[in-house]
């Protein structure tokens, strides 16, 4: 049996291949950007085609960097972006665009170009919406798909069929329609747990059509990730990714929860896959807790079945900005641009550059939090997804000077990562308060491999932090999907005990404690400060 597994990760800005042995340990990676298209309006387009050629070359680049035979390759797994991808009736892309290119096929995740479609979806109140935190979000795909038949009827109408990214990504390697349950379920409105699509709800919010035609442009074959999809990997996908025909191929998972599921059930250390938090923070930031039975946690979307570890539920809430967040917070600065320059002669980013200040001006990691000063961060950019459920919301700052030092902008830097902290500190209260109870955060992705964000995170929420042994949990959840799919391990759980470990722990620091506390009180009041602003001005 072949003893190596690819797992391949299409983010907002790149595709990314990685190889695995059976262990987990990476054998060789490699990554491709991909085009990304942004217009007025919070529009945000891809093209299928640019992605597929992408991951292609991530693909055979990985593996000759492994120093493998590709016939040692013992399966793939896939996750993406939650965007949607439209197809025609010959496979062919569909512009879902006021531009008309073909090319650009995909909405992406970040769009959103369907808030008034949300807002009415969510006014009628349907009982589909208790399985999304009780309102659902412009960047899940029935909005999008009700903006696309309101304004571009065309599009809409020739599409042959609609798919979550990570689902076009199966199906363009293996010729199979089927869908995964974790994005038909966190994103389409699929009832994992019933094994049913509504039609009730589909007809209550405008989109009947699919009703009636059996939801066959939407899915009809479901599946629980890592299940093989099809007959492996087709002739024409196989010439393409430099693989054998046949090759086996998983379903799929949304980036997040392919980070998720190679972090939160490691073998060992603080707690049990059902008290662990993965926080997978990286452009955005997502929360994922599992649990054994469904708990209803107002602002958080699920409880979602099937959704990442097959038979458990999944609660997920996270920011749409978090690590970009933090890049548009610092950038604001005076001293950003000269700061930016330095951060580039050393070859790193502002953020890392910031980061590595703190810490040089400091004795300790947990005492950044002193060079915040008086400046406190609620760091809403582009909504609050969780717990608040408002794509509306907007980011306040408050205790600003004139200072243009370099000193003041490691302080606002130190601030906005705790405002983060405390926005995750929220999520866990609303969990909490419906049953989840959290005692580890298991911390992957890029902005959350620093150690000083990662006591920061500690110490706002006031839980131990764990950060995973591998530098590529992403990629790292996929090949766990391919292992599976290829018949190395007999499913998902023991996938994750056998290939995934956790490496640093971050333990609160009890000596800024209080601190954080009123850090945190505020926090709030500042972000209640920020929703009566709003309606004032509205």
């Given at each position: 049996?072949?003893?190596?597994?690819?797992?391949?990760?299409?983010?907002?800005?790149?595709?990314?291949?990685?190889?695995?042995?059976?262990?987990?340990?990476?054998?060789?990676?490699?990554?491709?950007?991909?085009?990304?298209?942004?217009?007025?309006?919070?529009?945000?387009?891809?093209?299928?085609?640019?992605?597929?050629?992408?991951?292609?070359?991530?693909?055979?680049?990985?593996?000759?960097?492994?120093?493998?035979?590709?016939?040692?390759?013992?399966?793939?797994?896939?996750?993406?972006?939650?965007?949607?991808?439209?197809?025609?009736?010959?496979?062919?892309?569909?512009?879902?665009?006021?531009?008309g290119d073909p090319e650009r096929d995909i909405i992406v995740w970040m769009d959103h170009r369907a808030v008034a479609q949300a807002a009415r979806i969510n006014a009628t109140a349907h009982p589909v919406l208790r399985y999304v935190g009780g309102v659902i979000s412009p960047e899940m795909e029935t909005p999008k798909l009700l903006w696309l038949k309101e304004n571009l009827p065309e599009s809409f109408a020739r599409a042959a069929n609609f798919l979550d990214l990570t689902d076009f990504l199966t199906f363009r390697a293996t010729g199979s329609l089927a869908r995964s349950s974790c994005t038909v379920t966190c994103k389409w409105t699929y009832l994992a747990h019933e094994r049913r699509w509504d039609e009730s709800y589909f007809r209550q919010v405008g989109l009947g059509e699919l009703a009636d035609e059996q939801f066959a442009r939407i899915g009809t074959e479901i599946v629980p990730p890592g299940t093989p999809v099809g007959q492996g990997l087709t002739a024409r996908a196989a010439a393409e990714l430099g693989l054998p025909v046949g090759t086996p191929v998983a379903a799929g998972l949304i980036d997040a929860h392919s980070g998720g599921l190679a972090t939160v059930g490691a073998k060992g250390g603080q707690g049990s896959l059902t008290s662990r938090l993965a926080y997978v923070m990286g452009t955005s930031a997502c929360t994922m807790a599992t649990s054994v039975g469904p708990s209803f946690v107002p602002g958080v979307w699920g409880p979602y079945f099937d959704a990442m570890v097959p038979g458990f539920w999944l609660s997920e809430g996270g920011?749409?900005?978090?690590?970009?967040?933090?890049?548009?917070?610092?950038?604001?600065?005076?001293?950003?641009?000269?700061?930016?320059?330095?951060?580039?002669?050393?070859?790193?980013?502002?953020?890392?550059?910031?980061?590595?200040?703190?810490?040089?001006?400091?004795?300790?990691?947990?005492?950044?939090?002193?060079?915040?000063?008086?400046?406190?961060?609620v760091p809403d950019f582009l909504g609050n997804r969780a717990p608040l459920a408002d794509p509306d919301a907007r980011a306040l700052?408050?205790?600003?000077?004139?200072?243009?030092?370099?000193?003041?902008?490691?302080?606002?830097?130190?601030?906005?990562?705790?405002?983060?902290?405390?926005?995750?500190?929220?999520?866990?209260?609303?969990?909490?308060?419906?049953?989840?109870?959290?005692?580890?955060?298991?911390?992957?992705?890029?902005?959350?491999?620093?150690?000083?964000?990662?006591?920061?995170?500690?110490?706002?929420?006031?839980?131990?932090?764990?950060?995973?042994?591998?530098?590529?949990?992403?990629?790292?959840?996929?090949?766990?999907?391919?292992?599976?799919?290829?018949?190395?391990?007999?499913?998902?759980?023991?996938?994750?005990?056998?290939?995934?470990?956790?490496?640093?722990?971050?333990?609160?620091?009890?000596?800024?404690?209080?601190?954080?506390?009123?850090?945190?009180?505020?926090?709030?009041?500042?972000?209640?400060?920020?929703?009566?602003?709003?309606?004032?001005?509205?």
């Open positions: 049996m072949a003893g190596a597994y690819l797992g391949v990760d299409v983010g907002t800005g790149s595709a990314r291949a990685g190889v695995f042995d059976e262990r987990g340990a990476l054998l060789g990676a490699a990554k491709r950007d991909i085009p990304l298209y942004l217009a007025p309006g919070d529009i945000a387009e891809q093209s299928s085609r640019s992605i597929w050629e992408a991951v292609c070359a991530a693909t055979r680049e990985a593996v000759e960097a492994s120093g493998l035979d590709p016939a040692s390759i013992g399966g793939i797994g896939f996750d993406a972006t939650c965007s949607l991808v439209v197809l025609g009736p010959a496979d062919e892309p569909v512009p879902v665009g006021t531009s920011q749409s900005a978090a690590g970009a967040a933090i890049d548009h917070l610092v950038r604001m600065h005076p001293a950003a641009a000269e700061t930016a320059a330095r951060a580039k002669a050393d070859g790193i980013g502002l953020a890392e550059w910031l980061g590595r200040s703190a810490l040089a001006a400091v004795p300790d990691p947990a005492e950044a939090i002193r060079l915040a000063g008086g400046i406190h961060v700052i408050t205790g600003l000077g004139l200072d243009t030092s370099l000193e003041s902008l490691v302080g606002l830097y130190i601030a906005g990562i705790a405002g983060l902290g405390y926005g995750l500190r929220q999520i866990l209260v609303a969990l909490e308060d419906s049953s989840l109870p959290i005692d580890t955060i298991v911390v992957s992705g890029g902005a959350g491999r620093s150690p000083l964000v990662r006591q920061l995170l500690a110490d706002a929420t006031g839980l131990v932090v764990v950060a995973p042994e591998t530098a590529e949990p992403v990629l790292l959840g996929g090949a766990m999907l391919a292992a599976v799919a290829g018949g190395r391990y007999p499913d998902l759980e023991a996938a994750m005990a056998a290939m995934s470990r956790f490496a640093e722990s971050y333990r609160p620091a009890a000596a800024f404690r209080e601190l954080h506390e009123r850090r945190y009180a505020t926090y709030l009041k500042l972000q209640a400060a920020a929703q009566e602003a709003r309606r004032a001005g509205g």
